[in-house]
């Protein structure tokens, strides 16, 4: 299943999950039932498919741990928990707890004591640590899930249901990574609660990406990777991933302050099939208590530390010795503690290793301590690369970040500066690295040399002239991509622009006295037709509803079997010109097919004003053309055909009047779909046919007149736009006096 498929489904059955939960559950906390519970499944299912493994390959081809008694399943408790470090009776499986969960009064207590049970089955073993507390933001007992106990219970069932729903299949073969996705589409689901979330943070998997690559390259394996401020654990998993879990030889190690984001780490790990062995995540503040001194050095760090937080600093006297922080004989500001994670993560970086920061722009050119302990940096010749990253990575914040790469062992005195501002694409509001743009980065980052507007090779001596200033700007020319202008050309073309808006804007006066109306809108044209008034008829009266299409291929541009209507075609266009449309590769062509007159609507969007907007098909169409899935389609009842004009209705549902009726079946948190069935309740003005013809005709002329006297009027802004700056330009451009000698 391509992965943008797999991404679809996870996130609509999350969103499933969070509409049936919708109000009763407050958004962070409803995170943590969904991650956990997703544990609890996935566990319950790695159990079970290893003991049923072992079993079939021992000849019984029909064992199924599901089924077997707990009290049969008890005798391999201790050889399960050395081997797995945990155990979980066949009962207290996902499986068999969702089967009888409807019928369980006792659902909550019942839940509670399996959970306390797998905890529990670690204790004694190298894996208690690992284990202990994975549950204790689940709180089946909560009053957030209701009231009373049966409240409480419906609402677990429902989240039982929705997560067994969910097609995850083997977490280790999916093409993406399902829970961190899965966290990184909560986060962003509940982001008004943002600010609770103390400092937790998901790195995008794309700069995991690039993080993780920049600090491996050139090698296979590793010793250890290390990340000092772990959140999730996304980049951890994403070293696992790239080098291959078997190729970090003494695991994997991180620190996280947020108890309940340690949690998640540490169940992320076990998700990921990172055995309790092969990992140690800690809970505690890594800046003045760190607990890996008996691990480091590390040959692989990669962090996105929390950008300019408070730390005790210089209030805390013993500090200023601590060997992690001394080397710069000052501490990073009380204030902004962006310097302490740089400075740790340098003091435990392995000789032969390299660590990849994400870092806040403001500490390469800030004064005070920040600039001596980057003086100690580019003294010492640790600086190895500096990268400007896009604005708009991350969750959360709309800053441009860098990339500040740090080694010990560098072949020159020199710091590479990367501009990679440009690296992106536009991704909904978001920017977003594609596998090209990493690569890219990639490619100047290992070549190490000058590209014009781009990199910059800079010797240190040069840096120290500049006062230590790291900014990637201060060393990589921008380009200069003024337009040359013709001063008298874009005169003479603003003359003609405004003369063919004076000619615009007489049609549309001439349009308004000829249809009779103070304003060009349905309502007005219908009453002035239709004085005696006209019927009403529901959309489901009038019309047939159905869905998009399935099984297009993930390279459907390519060679394509049929014509496919996307959402932003539908989205941006009151008509559908077929010709124009892509091509689609379409594996089943025995689905709906378009029609003329067909009216296409936008199901879901980010925003309840997005949802419903229509389209029409107003051309004959010969050969098969599908509906995008996110899309649905109304077609006229037969008994309709010479009564109804399309358009007409096409036109009506872009008024005011309808769109406040279309909001009210809107439903959604974050991201907004139509309830199809409330909206085909909707009520549509049906006047005589030849009153619909004449009200189309009409709107056609003023639609094709405003779009044109619109496109001209975009054309003079950007015209004077550039006159505007032609003459600041020379304004403010000053000759060179000529001084003569007294």
Partial sequence: MPSNKERDELHKAIWSIADDLRGSVDGWDFKQYILGIMFYRYISENITNYINEGERRAGDKNFDYATLSDEVAESERQNLVKEKGFFILPSELFCNVCKKAKDDENLNETLEKIFNNIENSAKGAESEDDFSGLFDDIDVNSNKLGATVPKRNEKIVKILDGIAGINLGNYQNHNIDAFGDAYEFLMSMYASNAGKSGG??????????????????????VNKVYDPACGSGSLLLKSAKILGKDNVRNGFYGQE?????????????????????KFNIACEDTLVSPQHWDDEPFEVIVSNPPYSIKWIGDDNSILI??????????????????FAFIMHSLAWLATNGTASIVCFPGIFYRSGAEQKIRRYLIDNNFVDCIIQLPDNLFFGTSIATCIMVLKKSKKDNSTLFIDASKEFVKVTNNNKLTDENINNILKIFENRQDVEYTAK????????????????????????????????VLNKEIDEIVEREDVLRNEIKKLFQKSGCKMINIEELIKKSCPNGIAYYALNKVFNNFNGMTGVSNKWKENGNCRFIEYMNAYKNLKIKVQQLPLA??????????????????????????????????????????????????????????????????????????RRCVNKTVRGVTRFYISVSDFMNICIPVPPLEVQDEIVRILDDFTLLSAELSAELSAELKARQKQYEYYKDKILTFKELEIKEG
């Fill in 200 to 221: 937790e943070f998901y790195t995008p998997q794309e700069v995991s990406e690039l993080l993780t690559r920049l600090a491996i390259i050139g090698k296979t394996s």
């Fill in 257 to 277: 302050i947020n108890i309940t984001t340690y949690n998640l780490c540490r169940i992320n790990m076990f998700l990921h099939d990172i055995d309790y062995d």
């Fill in 321 to 338: 010795n601590d060997p992690r922080y001394s080397p710069a004989g000052v501490l990073a500001p009380k204030s902004k503690a962006d």
């Fill in 457 to 488: 090779l800079v010797s240190n001596k040069e840096i120290e002239e500049n006062n230590y200033n790291l900014s990637v700007s201060t060393y990589v020319e921008k380009e200069d991509t003024k337009e040359h202008i013709n001063i008298d």
């Fill in 585 to 658: 590769t379409v594996k089943k062509l025995e689905q709906n097919t378009l029609k003329k007159g067909d009216i296409l609507l936008t199901s879901a969007s980010e925003t309840p004003d997005e949802c419903a907007i229509s389209s029409v098909i107003e051309d004959e169409i010969q050969d098969n053309v599908f509906l995008d899935d996110h899309l649905f389609g109304l077609r006229l009842k037969e008994e309709f055909n010479e009564k109804i004009n399309t358009i007409f209705i096409n036109y009506y549902m872009h008024t005011r009047k309808f």
